[in-house]
């Protein structure tokens, strides 16, 4: 067994109760048979009022334009895929409705679809091939897909050489990265709040044969989050492609994607302030997952991240469990946004009656959950 985990700490990880510690993964998450195995995320799917807005914020934050039309907008990295980033024009409505993910062969989405009893159909887009549509417990789209016509990458710089105390191997030269856009590569990994943890996590499994990474628990040992990456097998996978967080209700979180190091984090940072959107949070580093980490919000309030270096583990790497609090959010950078803590409010107080009246989540993990989250991050607070 690994013991990449066995000094999991960090400023205010000491004030978990001994019972949360003893009881983190005493409640393992039991592991479906999956009907195929995802082998890549494809794109994620935004619903949004003002595209040319919208495409702005986009390529500042370094997207690439695939295809533009009056009823959507598709974005691409430097990456092959065709585009990963979908905004589809909607006069009412923002945010994000759905995601889709790579399969392995023709002959698995044909197995989804029988098993799943739901059609084939043509994907619309740049790229071009097919899918089956499915809708997770949410209610949010989860398409399976094959068959994209994949592009040229774009060319991007090099990473300079790295001095170090022992080893200097860049002479005669500095690095003089430029203040431009992040060089966006793909998308990496999305989160969304659920409504009912065991029963998504069940179903994410299920459909897409992922594995949790790091399940993090209530005090009484409940799991209720979920760091997910894809089974590749033996090909290393990112630490999560998909994180499933109980909440009282479903929504998107924010949404990932990798650029090459800290300095196109940093630089990107600095471009986008420049031209005046919206920072959250960052430059930090995560814990769950290591990566340099930069957030902010689009135009109409979605979080989207800029990451690099990031952890990657194959299919033997065993889950581990840990307690639930948000200081485990981050090593080291800014403090987490006050917009990030729990916060009363009656919209929340609505959806968490409906949630326990529904029967999708009891009182008492509610408390949990609460309790968990109001855990001081940093002794500093």
């Known amino acids: 067994m690994s013991d990449l985990y066995s ?28 009907i195929v195995k995802a082998s890549d995320i494809a794109y994620i799917l935004f619903n949004k009022t ?28 430097t ?17 994000f409705f759905g995601a889709g993910y790579s399969v392995n062969s023709e002959a698995e989405l044909h197995r989804v679809s029988e098993i799943c009893a739901q059609p084939i159909s043509a994907i619309d887009g740049p790229g071009g091939g097919q899918r089956v549509r499915l809708h997770d417990p ?33 002479v005669n030269t500095g690095i003089r990265t430029k203040t431009a856009p992040s060089p966006v590569h793909r998308l990496g990994h999305y989160v969304l709040s659920v409504s009912n943890f065991e029963e998504s996590i069940q179903w994410y499994m299920r459909h897409l044969g992922i594995i949790p990474t790091d399940v ?58 420049l031209n005046g959107w919206n920072h959250f949070w960052g430059i930090g580093r995560h814990i769950l997952g290591s990566q340099v980490f930069d957030y902010w919000l689009d ?48 919209k929340r107080m609505i959806a968490a009656v409906r949630a326990i009246k529904t029967g999708r989540i009891e009182r008492k993990t509610l408390g949990m959950l609460k309790k968990a989250m109001e855990l001081p991050a940093r002794p500093w607070f």
């Open 138 to 170: 949410d209610g949010f789209i989860v398409d399976l897909v094959w068959g994209r016509e994949l592009v040229d990458e774009l060319p991007q710089r090099q990473l300079p050489a790295v001095n170090t105390p022992s080893e200097k191997v860049r």
């Open 79 to 95: 990456g092959a895929l065709p585009y990963f980033y979908v905004a589809h024009k909607n006069a009412k409505l923002n945010g």
């Open 50 to 77: 003002d595209l040319r807005l919208q495409k702005a914020f986009l390529v500042d934050f370094g997207f690439q334009i695939a295809q533009e039309t009056p009823d959507a907008l598709y974005m691409r990295g």
């Open 216 to 273: 993090q628990c209530l005090e009484d040992g409940t799991p209720a989050l979920a760091f997910n990456r894809l089974d590749k097998g033996a090909t290393p996978a990112d630490h999560h492609t998909v994180v499933l967080v109980q909440n009282a209700a479903a929504g998107y979180m924010h949404s990932a994607y990798e650029t090459l190091d800290i300095d196109s984090v940093g630089q990107g940072q600095q471009y986008l302030k």
């Open 7 to 34: 000094d999991f700490n960090y400023p205010g990880s000491e004030l978990h109760s001994q019972r949360a510690r003893e009881k983190a993964g005493r409640t393992s998450l039991s592991k479906a048979e999956p």
């Open 299 to 346: 135009p109409s309030g979605d979080e989207l991240e800029h990451y690099a270096d990031g952890d990657v583990f194959d299919a033997e790497f065993e889950t581990r469990y840990h307690p639930l609090d948000m200081g485990s959010l981050w090593a080291w950078g800014d403090d987490v946004p006050p917009a990030m803590r729990p916060r009363f409010s009656l």
